[in-house]
C-alpha cells in the first residue's frame, strides 16, 4: 500500500522569506511523486512531479521540490515567498509498480505567506 | 484548449436524496478518475476509468456510489440515497497515459444536510 504524510498543517512564512512544505512517502516500488496546489474556489494545478533523474526537479512559480530516497521525502522549496503563492498544497505519490495508476495524496498544507 | 470541467460547482441536498455529478474531461484523454476529499482530510482515489471501461473502483465507499461514462467522454458520478457523510469535495482528472500527471477538474462541493 502506498501512503503520503504531510506532517504540517499550516505553514506560515513572511514574504520574501524562505518556505518548506514537507512530505514524506511510502511505496513497495519506485516512486512518481506530485505536488499540486488548490487556490481558493479553483481545481488542483500541477505543480511539479519527480520520476526519474535529478533529484531536485524544478517547477512552476519558481518552485522546487528534492527527491530524497533515503529518506523517503519530497519536500517542497521556494528560495522567496510571494503573498499569492497563498494557498492549499498537497503533496501525491504514485506506485510505479502500481497497474491501478491512482494518486494517494497527502493530507495537505496550509501555506499562509504575510507581507 | 478547454481543461477539465465539473458540474455543479456547488450541491447542498438533504440527506435520502438523489446527486449526480458531471465531469467533462479534457478531449482526447483516455483516463477518467474521480477522487473526493471529505471534511478537510486527504484527497482519496474513488475509480478509474480508461475509456468507458472501469480500470479500478476500488475506492468507492459503497453501492450507493454509481460512475458512468457512456462512450468514454464524459463521467458521471451518482449518488443515491445521499448520506450526511457523503459530503465533501468531488474532484475530477483526466490524463493522455497512464504516466503522465492528472490534470483535474475545480471540484464540486456536495453538502448533505
Known amino acids: 500500500a502506498q501512503s503520503v504524510a504531510q506532517p504540517e498543517d499550516q505553514v506560515n512564512v513572511a514574504e520574501g522569506n524562505p518556505l518548506t512544505v514537507k512530505c514524506t512517502y511510502s511505496v513497495s516500488g519506485n516512486p512518481y511523486l506530485f505536488w499540486y496546489v488548490q487556490y481558493p474556489n479553483r481545481g488542483l494545478q500541477f505543480l511539479l512531479k519527480?520520476?526519474?533523474?535529478?533529484?531536485l526537479v524544478k517547477g512552476s512559480y519558481g518552485f522546487e521540490a528534492e527527491f530524497n530516497k533515503s529518506q523517503t521525502s519530497f519536500h517542497l522549496k521556494k528560495p522567496s515567498a510571494l503573498v499569492s503563492d497563498s494557498a492549499l498544497y498537497f503533496c501525491?505519490?504514485?506506485?510505479?509498480?502500481?497497474?491501478?495508476?491512482?494518486?494517494?495524496f497527502g493530507g495537505g498544507t496550509r501555506l499562509m505567506v504575510k507581507p | 484548449e478547454a481543461g477539465v470541467t465539473q458540474f455543479p460547482s456547488h450541491s447542498v441536498i438533504e440527506k435520502g436524496q438523489t446527486v449526480t455529478l458531471r465531469c467533462d474531461p479534457i478531449?482526447?484523454?483516455?483516463?477518467l478518475y474521480w477522487y473526493r476529499r471529505v471534511m478537510g482530510k486527504e484527497i482519496k482515489f474513488l475509480l478509474h476509468?480508461?475509456?468507458?471501461?472501469?480500470?479500478?473502483e476500488s475506492g468507492m465507499p459503497n453501492n450507493r456510489f454509481l460512475a458512468e461514462r457512456t462512450g468514454g467522454t464524459y463521467s458521471t458520478l451518482k449518488v443515491q440515497p445521499a448520506e450526511l457523510e457523503d459530503s465533501g469535495v468531488y474532484f475530477c482528472a483526466s490524463s493522455q497515459t497512464r504516466t503522465e500527471r492528472a490534470f483535474f477538474g475545480q471540484g464540486t462541493r456536495l453538502t448533505v444536510v
Open positions: 519527480y520520476i526519474t533523474g535529478d533529484n
Open positions: 478531449s482526447g484523454h483516455d483516463n
Open positions: 501525491a505519490v504514485r506506485d510505479n509498480n502500481n497497474a491501478g495508476n491512482m494518486l494517494t
Open positions: 476509468f480508461v475509456k468507458e471501461s472501469k480500470q479500478d
